[in-house]
């Protein structure tokens, strides 16, 4: 009877050990529940909004306080293309994951092609998936979401980069370029942000290549979140600069240019630059746009949209001259 | 491939050969028949007792002691051989209550193998399956059964070109049967499974794509396998060594032993449910 009772007694203490062991267990399973280390996205909205709705009034005064600064601002922008540098990176990463997502949206990624004359051979499941009658199948990420750290080392001043039969190994002595870009529903997120660490590249005006670095904080706006396919040098892109802009165009050693600046273009449109003004005591408080459009420049404020001239030191409408500086 | 394919053929032919056998040679003590005490072992809080054993073509079980029952699934083993390499996979159960008309079991176990991509890539996957089941007596034909599952699942792969990295998903599954024995040989079930909670898939890998690099860290939406469900009438015919489970439903396909989810609009909606087994 005794002997009968300590088995019962072993037998449930194994069960209660093994009952322990099973929430061990689920604690255990419990640390996949992993989530996406996505640092937050800079929060663009008050730019934008000071972009769709200027709020200064702008009068002649207001202006000749201004206007040699926006002057230098659009000549070191327009000038460097340091955004045409950060656009570049958002575009190969974009034509990247293309490459890889198949019609449906989904990432394939490590893509090995099913059945077919290339059978076992990798693929990109894109549109030109190298799979004749076969499928290009891999890890699959149905129409993914999350973020993408893109980690970019510059071209730097060496102008071989631009001979076709030149492959230059990346030299990280150029500088990085780090974004991250996040992806809603398999399409690019409207925001990426990060930073330049003294990225070096060549600018060839006319011609002649001129060396440029930029060295900050950059935030990027493409306006809506967007598809694979879509041409993003086609898109209005806000940007949001915090850093300098090393240019030189004449070969006078110039000190760099220190710029905090909000401005808008589209790639496609060479000619085009919308500066945010801040002329507030706060941030934001007070804006108003200033824009050059090819040969034609202006200004977008609380009291109108007028045509202006930095070089002529004035502003018009239909009517005539409505203020000068 | 038509060696491999060949050999887990053998493999099948050879389980099968020894359940079969197994149903001729097993002594006259063996325990079958739906009786008081064996019970439907799967969808339920039943385990077997102590050095009991069952051999089946789907799973393979021993009751270490009358509160636990070890087990393995066969299929990750046969299919692993196929894609040559085999998916170790453990399962334990105990019945931690069984008085009077209910019984209480948890069971938890693992799941780990390997999927060859390509000539250079793995994939492998580690899974954690958690239940709990409760059973109900009615009266002595009339059962119910209820459980959850809850199942990690953690990824990896590496050595290929474009990849290295981890993927993870968690989900629960929650099911009911009722049990309903129209004879000491046949028994009717009625089992409904739901899955109303699927985590989004993580993948943290990277892009070899040289200049730039790239590292990703994404959420794939899963979301059409939430909600997926299964509704299975079948029948368990037990007699006195050899056992058949056999149901077909509708809708989503519960893979037994992968503890995975097949969206039903995959296999057209059908779900099978198919197990020959003895016990003694």
Same mark, same amino acid.
């Given at each position: 009877m ?6 019962r007694?072993r ?7 093994f ?11 419990? *640390?996949s ?5 996505i640092?937050p996205?800079? $929060? ?9 709705k ?10 000749g ?5 926006i002057?230098e ?10 955004f045409?540098e950060?656009? /570049?990176?958002?575009?190969e ?5 293309e490459?890889?997502?198949?019609e449906n ?8 092609c099913?059945?077919? =004359? ?11 998936a190298?799979? +004749? ?6 890890l699959?990420?149905p129409?993914?979401?999350g ?6 080392i ?10 076709p ?5 990346p030299d ?14 398999g399409?690019i997120?409207?925001?990426?942000w990060?930073?330049a ?10 011609g002649?290549?001129?060396?440029a ?7 990027v706006?493409?306006? $809506? +979140?967007v ?12 940007f949001?600069?915090d ?5 030189d ?16 273009v589209?790639?496609a $449109?060479?000619?085009?630059?919308e ?9 934001l ?13 202006g200004?977008?404020?609380?009291n109108g ?11 018009s409408?239909?009517?005539? +001259?409505?203020?000068?500086? | ?10 493999l099948?032919?050879?389980? =099968?050969?020894?359940t079969?056998a197994?149903?001729g ?5 063996a325990?079958? #028949?739906?009786?008081?005490?064996v019970?439907?072992?799967?969808t ?5 007792h ?12 021993y009751?270490i002691?009358?509160?636990l029952?070890?087990?393995? #699934?066969?299929m +990750? ?8 390499d085999?998916?170790?996979? *453990? ?17 938890a176990?693992?799941? @780990? !193998? ?10 492998? #996957? ?7 089941a ?10 119910t059964?209820?459980g959850?599952?809850?199942t ?19 989900f ?11 004879s000491r040989v ?10 109303? #909670? ?6 943290? !890998?990277?892009l ?8 990703l ?6 979301? @059409?396998?939430?909600? /997926?469900?299964?509704?299975?009438p ?8 050899a056992?058949?489970r056999?149901g077909?439903g509708?809708?989503s396909?519960?893979?037994e ?7 039903? $609009?995959?296999?057209?909606?059908i779900?099978p @449910?198919f197990?020959?087994?003895?016990r003694?």
């Amino acid at each position: 009877m005794e002997c009968s009772r300590q088995r019962r007694y072993r037998r449930a203490i194994v069960a209660r050990s093994f009952s322990l062991a099973t929430l061990l267990l689920l604690c255990t399973a419990s *640390l996949s529940c992993e989530s996406l280390n996505i640092p937050p996205a800079p $929060d663009l909205r008050p730019v934008l909004n000071a972009f769709e709705k200027p709020s200064a009034v702008v009068d002649g005064e207001i202006m000749g306080a201004v206007a040699d600064e926006i002057a230098e601002a659009a000549n070191e922008i327009e000038g460097s293309e340091f955004f045409e540098e950060i656009l /570049a990176v958002i575009i190969e990463v974009q034509q990247e994951l293309e490459q890889n997502t198949n019609e449906n949206g989904d990432l394939i990624l490590d893509g090995t092609c099913n059945g077919g =004359a290339n059978d076992g051979g990798a693929c990109a499941a894109g549109a030109d998936a190298d799979c +004749p009658d076969g499928t290009c199948v891999g890890l699959t990420v149905p129409r993914p979401n999350g973020g993408v750290q893109v980690n970019f080392i510059c071209d730097g001043w060496d102008e071989r980069q631009f001979d076709p039969d030149y492959e230059a190994d990346p030299d990280p002595a150029n500088g990085t370029i780090a974004l991250i870009v996040t992806l809603d529903s398999g399409s690019i997120g409207r925001v990426v942000w990060g930073t330049a660490d003294n990225c070096r590249y060549l600018v060839p005006i006319e011609g002649e290549n001129f060396q440029a670095s930029y060295d900050g904080g950059v935030a990027v706006d493409l306006g $809506d +979140p967007v598809p694979l396919d879509e041409d993003i040098t086609e898109l209005l892109v806000t940007f949001v600069v915090d850093g300098i802009i090393g240019f030189d165009p004449i070969g006078v050693d110039e000190s760099p240019f220190r710029i905090n600046q909000s401005f808008r273009v589209k790639l496609a $449109d060479t000619d085009g630059l919308e500066i945010l003004v801040d002329i507030g005591e706060q941030p934001l408080e007070e804006t108003f746009n200033y824009f050059f459009q090819g040969t034609a420049q202006g200004l977008r404020a609380a009291n109108g949209t007028f045509g202006c001239s930095l070089e002529d030191r004035e502003c018009s409408d239909e009517s005539g +001259p409505l203020f000068s500086w | 491939m038509l060696r491999r394919i060949g050999t887990a053929l053998l493999l099948v032919t050879l389980l =099968a050969g020894v359940t079969s056998a197994g149903m001729g040679l097993v002594p006259n003590s063996a325990r079958a #028949y739906h009786t008081y005490n064996v019970r439907l072992l799967d969808t339920t809080a039943y385990s077997l007792h102590r050095r009991r054993v069952r051999i089946g073509l789907m799973k393979l079980s021993y009751g270490i002691i009358d509160q636990l029952q070890v087990s393995t #699934y066969t299929m +990750p083993w046969i299919l692993g051989a196929i894609f040559e390499d085999v998916a170790p996979n *453990l399962e334990l159960k105990s019945t931690l209550y069984n008085r009077k008309r209910l019984a209480l079991s948890v069971s938890a176990g693992f799941l @780990e !193998g390997t999927i060859k991509q390509s000539d250079k890539t793995k994939a492998r #996957y580690f899974l954690i399956p958690v239940s709990v089941a409760s059973s109900v007596r009615i009266n002595p034909a009339v059962s119910t059964h209820f459980g959850a599952l809850f199942t990690a699942v953690n990824g990896d792969a590496n050595g290929g070109e474009d990849i290295e990295g981890a993927v993870v998903i968690d989900f629960l599954q929650l099911w009911g049967m009722l049990e309903w024995r129209l004879s000491r040989v046949v028994a009717f079930t009625f089992t409904v499974r739901w899955v109303p #909670y699927v985590s989004d898939v993580v993948v943290n !890998g990277s892009l070899d794509t040289g200049n730039p690099t790239v590292d990703l860290a994404l959420e794939a939406d899963v979301s @059409e396998l939430q909600n /997926a469900f299964a509704v299975i009438p079948g029948f368990v015919f037990s007699w006195d060594r050899a056992n058949i489970r056999l149901g077909v439903g509708y809708s989503s396909f519960f893979v037994e032993g992968f503890f995975l989810v097949v969206p039903g $609009d995959v296999l057209t909606n059908i779900s099978p @449910e198919f197990d020959v087994f003895i016990r003694f």
